[in-house]
T-cell receptor
Framework: SQQGEEDPQALSIQEGENATMNCSYK?????LQWYRQNSGRGLVHLIL?????REKHSGRLRVTLDTSKKSSSLLITASRAADTASYFC?????????FGSGTRLSIRP | DGGITQSPKYLFRKEGQNVTLSCEQN?????MYWYRQDPGQGLRLIYY???????QKGDIAEGYSVSREKKESFPLTVTSAQKNPTAFYLC?????????????FGPGTRLTVL
């Protein structure tokens, strides 16, 4: 089974609204990363949060980490059409980075 | 996608043929990775290399082979032993072999078996 599991699998919101995606994992981690993938393209690194951090910001992105619940959330504020993409969390398991199956985000104009 | 190139972008192969996917990086990164992505799915690790002339199997290495003769190059061969090779293949690299480093991805190669 996947180390990281994103929720929901798909999300459709109106432009300007906030989008929240969640990631749950099973084993202890040193850090958790979020990546973005536009359709048919490679992944782009968004943000890394370490296990001793609870919250991190980067522009319109806000990531939280709750190690007691083994979960993380990615919040995109004031969404734009260009935010339409798939978003993946990545965690370490057995010395490898494991990617979840992703959340497909669609922004409606 | 800057710094990592993959070629070709689209590749068609007949059943029973081996095919090699190219991955080159000019970022001076030590570690390189190959992933497979199926429609609507996440990435699965095929092989990774932490240093030149060394590589390790990932979760789905069967039917694939790699080489790492140069730091900047990490080609992936999809052999005829891979039963279901049609997929999107992504190459990535990271500065150091530490597993929790940020990975930089190429644009991908879409392989279709006819």
């Amino acid at each position: 089974s996947q180390q990281g599991e994103e929720d929901p699998q798909a999300l459709s919101i109106q432009e300007g609204e906030n989008a929240t995606m969640n990631c749950s994992y099973k084993t202890s981690i040193n850090n958790l990363q979020w990546y973005r993938q536009n359709s048919g393209r490679g992944l782009v690194h968004l943000i890394l949060i370490r296990s001793n951090e609870r919250e991190k910001h980067s522009g319109r992105l806000r990531v939280t980490l709750d190690t007691s619940k083994k979960s993380s959330s990615l919040l995109i504020t004031a969404s734009r059409a260009a935010d339409t993409a798939s978003y993946f969390c990545a965690t370490e398991r057995a010395s490898k980075i494991i990617f979840g199956s992703g959340t497909r985000l669609s922004i409606r104009p | 996608d800057g710094g990592i190139t993959q070629s070709p972008k689209y590749l068609f192969r007949k059943e029973g043929q081996n095919v090699t996917l190219s991955c080159e990086q000019n970022l001076n990164h030590d570690a390189m990775y190959w992933y497979r992505q199926d429609p609507g799915q996440g990435l699965r690790l095929i092989y990774y290399s932490q240093i030149v002339n060394d590589f390790q199997k990932g979760d789905i290495a069967e039917g694939y082979s790699v080489s790492r003769e140069k730091k900047e190059s990490f080609p992936l061969t999809v052999t005829s032993a891979q039963k279901n090779p049609t997929a999107f293949y992504l190459c990535a690299s990271s500065i150091e072999p530490q597993i929790d480093n940020e990975q930089f991805f190429g644009p991908g190669t879409r392989l279709t078996v006819l």
